[in-house]
């Protein structure tokens, strides 16, 4: 997987490199299955508006997965639980698309399955 970060109003620092990059790694098993690279963009932002809405720190991660998008966003008085909350926002959306492809497979397979029935 290949993590780019983007950082507003503050400086990219080693630590902050390692947090992201650790957090986001759970991603990966969830995309074993991708059959063109995998690529997320994380952008976290530290920012006088999101100070005014209760928050310190605004985290925003796209996740492009074959050609699919997936996205999520957070804001957090600390951003750590920012990261985690997109993490969390990213494995839900990729989950529910897996689920969606599962149940149109076995729905196509019903369908099947009451055509070949019809026909005796």
Known sequence: MHIT?????QA?????????EEKFSALEKLVVRATSPVTLACEIDESMAAVRAGAKYRVEGNLGVDGKLFRAEAENETLEGAVDRV??????ELQNAQG???NLLKRGGAALKRMLRFGN
């Open 5 to 9: 970060i983007t950082v507003r109003n």
């Open 12 to 20: 990219l620092t080693p630590a902050v490199q390692d947090l992201v």
């Open 87 to 92: 993490r969390d926002g990213l494995v839900r």
């Open 100 to 102: 969606k492809k599962e």
